[in-house]
């Protein structure tokens, strides 16, 4: 009984493989995701001095941790 339980767990059938995501259903994510990414670093590594958005130091305050942990310099 057992050797029926271990056989039957090992075994899969060949119709429950799963398919390969098409690329068209990634690339909208992934585009998205890269966006918020570089949005992240210009607020980490770049909201300061020339190009600064937003007047103050009020965003780079709150990532201020953050850029010294990725090795960007800010004083």
Do not use: I, K
């Not at 007047?55 to 004083?75: K, N, Q, T």
């Amino acid at each position: 009984m057992a050797e029926a339980v271990a056989s039957a767990a090992v075994s899969t059938p060949a119709g429950s493989l799963s398919a390969p995501l098409p690329v068209r259903a990634v690339l909208p994510w992934a585009l998205f995701v890269g966006l918020l990414m570089l949005v992240a670093l210009y607020f980490v590594g770049a909201e300061q001095g020339a190009t600064a958005l937003f007047a103050g130091e009020g965003v780079h305050e709150w990532v201020h941790d953050g850029r010294h942990l990725l090795g960007f310099p800010c004083h």
